[in-house]
């Protein structure tokens, strides 16, 4: 088996992202200095189907041969249920799942399902649809073996910006979208939570999202929801439970039969040497074999020590004496195909 360098296809707004491959190690880096461009006009995208469709469909790998659909509907009443089958129209099965909801202040999300299906066959296109109704979706499943491709964003926001970030990443016929923090810039502002799910779903339905929390994730309001990430844990559930963590914060994951192990660090969440998140990296690590995992590829918002004025000091509270540090900072927008052949 032949492993090449990534490729790299940058857009106008890159960021410094660092690859640490443990073993032999490659760092990319843009060369020039980025002078950042202003913020771009807000996109708000409605809801325009009924209460009992789906809405904001979005799928994320659930372990070994399985996926993990999540949608909203406006109506509590509608079934945790998908149905799939490898042609248009006719699913020859069915799965059910658990949903979950929360509130904000003032804002009452709708009803968030989370159902895992499978098992599935790799480098396969499967049709689905959700709550037993509304628009068929379809999705393809990661090869089993090299090459494989992956998008890596940073920062999405939902802006002009995204938009043609979007259109970027479409134009790749990629296997796994990672999406190291910074999602929605709700800020709090819940309804802006819905709005990011309808604009990224056309992409985020056909191919899995893996993510990660950043800064503006957190939503932190002092005694009323002081530990934060409300929204985020019900809306992008992620595998951490497959992958030994206790906390939709940080986990791991295999893709290409185990050739390469991924894990989503958290910058907001305590990394010091005591910490919940340093051991369970310390057996996550443990746990890889390197003749079977030749690549281990390590993701995360902000470096927990950095010089970034935006995040600068953000981790100098921990006591982080060792742990491995490796990053994806998300200071603009980044889209970066990375092909492992």
């Excluded at 005591?274 to 995992?293: G, H, V």
Aim: negative net charge; glycine residues 8%.
């Amino acid at each position: 088996m032949e492993i090449r360098s990534p490729r790299a296809f940058l857009l106008p707004s890159t960021v410094v992202f660092f690859i640490f491959f443990f073993g032999p190690q490659f760092t990319f880096a843009s060369e020039k200095e980025y002078t950042r461009q202003p913020p771009g006009r807000i996109i708000f995208t409605k809801h325009d189907r009924s209460e009992s469709e789906p809405q904001q469909v979005h799928i994320s790998l659930a372990g070994s041969d399985y996926m993990r659909v999540t949608w909203v509907t406006d109506d509590h009443k509608a079934p945790s249920t998908v149905e799939y089958g490898t042609a248009p129209g006719q699913y020859n099965a069915v799965a059910r799942g658990e949903h979950t909801s929360y509130t904000y202040f003032f804002y009452s999300s709708g009803k968030i399902h989370h159902v895992k299906i499978g098992p599935l066959k790799p480098s396969t296109t499967y049709y689905y649809r959700c709550s037993g109704g509304g628009p068929e979706f379809s999705f393809k499943t990661p090869p089993s073996t090299f090459p494989i491709e992956f998008v890596v964003v940073g920062d999405l926001g939902q802006t002009e910006w995204t938009n043609s970030t979007l259109k970027h990443v479409e134009s790749k016929d990629y296997d796994v979208f990672l999406l190291p923090g910074d999602l929605s810039y709700a800020d709090s502002q819940q309804p802006l939570w819905d709005s990011f799910g309808r604009l990224v779903e056309p992409t985020a339905s056909r191919r899995p999202w893996m993510a990660t929390e950043g800064n503006h994730e957190i939503e932190i309001f002092p005694i009323i929801y002081p530990h934060g990430f409300k929204a985020y844990n019900a809306r992008w559930l992620m595998p951490y439970e497959e992958s030994g963590s206790e906390s939709n914060l940080y986990y791991s994951f295999d893709v290409a039969s185990g050739s390469i192990h991924i894990i989503m660090l958290g910058s907001y969440t305590e990394f010091n040497s005591n910490s919940a998140q340093y051991k369970w990296l310390q057996q996550d690590l443990a746990k890889i074999d390197r003749r079977m995992t030749p690549w281990v590829i390590v993701l995360l918002h902000a470096p927990w020590y950095n010089t970034n004025t935006a995040h600068q000091g953000e981790g100098e509270h921990e006591e982080g004496d060792g742990a491995i540090v490796v990053w994806c900072t998300g200071r603009h927008r980044l889209c970066w195909p990375c092909s492992c052949l």
